[in-house]
């Protein structure tokens, strides 16, 4: 576990290095960005770097036993702190703050790195600033969050934010092709969707992402030769189906977006979904701007409406009736 092992985010590391370089390191860091971005891999390559037995300035060496323990999950200096259902509860963090309360055991540092951070509750991120106050001078707090804004002024306030961005396209795609032996097809198109995030690449089911872009291309496409009754009776399927409904307008949205850059760059290689191409060629001559910004729009309105718990069926009926007339 060392920063060579990150793929991207210099900026970040090489702020971490610096900081250990310059026995700088500050007692809390807040490190945001996207969903599995990155950011943990991070968290734990610098909790190395700070408790290798044989540190040099490119961070932790990844071989001693301090730096395998880290990697393994099991350095009694180095803490994961998580979700236990659906929020870190308050006696999570009290157990934590005992636990940072003690002298390292084996290291040079105590940390805790608190994994979505934002799921805190307010109890918590309160019983928890009281640590962030006053820390003990043996320990580093890192909290990892992809909704920073989330959290209250006084813990954000506390703490040195260190941004990660999105990784770009071709990178993703390079270490797809390396990793999971994709094709540079496959590989340009998971990394697309990805949103420059490694992890979601890495996890993600190609096939069927690329099968429901298709599927989802066959009911836009057959909308406007059915009846009022045959797409209500559509709708309904769908409003009963809350994830697949969620990805309709995910993928609408998406497909949009191509034709919307087709149209202005004529170049496939930023489309999101190249399978789509034959399509949008063949549409080119019937082109609207005005009717797909006004479609773009229907798709930001549905998911809006779902998001204030109007009626799923309710909201499936209007997109799809006037995807359908329009």
């Known amino acids: 576990m060392t920063f060579s092992s990150i793929i991207g985010h210099d900026r970040p590391v090489s702020i971490l290095k610096r900081a250990i370089q310059n026995n700088a ?12 971005i990155g950011k943990r891999l991070t968290a734990y390559a610098f909790a190395a770097a700070l408790n290798c037995q044989t540190a040099s300035p490119e961070g932790g060496c990844g071989v001693c ?15 994961l702190l998580s979700p236990d259902g659906a929020e870190i509860k308050i006696d999570q963090v009290r157990a934590a ?42 320990s580093l707090i890192i909290l990892i969050s992809a909704m920073p804004q989330s959290f209250l002024s006084t813990i954000r306030s506390r703490c040195q934010e260190l941004k ?16 999971r032996g994709l094709d540079a097809d496959d590989a340009w198109f998971a990394a697309a969707i990805s949103r420059g995030s490694l992890g979601r690449a890495l996890d993600m089911d ?26 209500l009776a559509l709708a309904d399927g769908v409003a ?22 087709y149209q202005e760059t004529a170049d496939e290689r930023l489309l999101v979904f190249a399978g789509g191409i034959d399509r949008i060629r063949s549409e080119q001559n019937r082109f609207s701007l ?17 998001e204030r718990r109007v009626s799923a069926q309710l909201v499936a009926e209007n997109l799809l009736l006037k995807l359908g007339r329009a």
């Open 25 to 36: 390191v500050a007692h809390a860091y807040l490190f945001s960005g996207e969903q599995g």
């Open 65 to 79: 036993s301090s730096c395998r323990k880290v990697a393994s999950g099991t350095h009694p200096d180095v803490h």
């Open 97 to 138: 703050q005992s636990e940072l309360s003690l002298k390292p055991f084996e290291g040079q540092k105590k940390v805790l790195i608190v994994d979505n951070a934002e799921v805190m509750n307010d109890a918590s991120q309160n019983a928890f600033l009281k640590t962030l106050e006053e820390p003990p001078g043996d």
């Open 164 to 179: 990660f961005q999105p990784l770009p396209r071709p990178v993703l795609a390079a270490v797809l092709q390396e990793k």
């Open 206 to 231: 190609v096939q069927k992402e690329k099968t429901d872009r298709e599927q989802f291309l066959v009911l836009w496409e057959g909308l406007g030769g059915m009846r009022n009754d045959e797409i």
């Open 240 to 261: 009963k189906d809350r994830e697949g409904f969620d990805r309709i307008l995910d993928i609408g949205i998406e497909w949009l977006r191509d034709r919307l850059v």
């Open 290 to 306: 005005p009717k797909a910004l006004r479609d773009v729009d229907l798709f930001i309105l549905s998911r809006g409406l779902l």
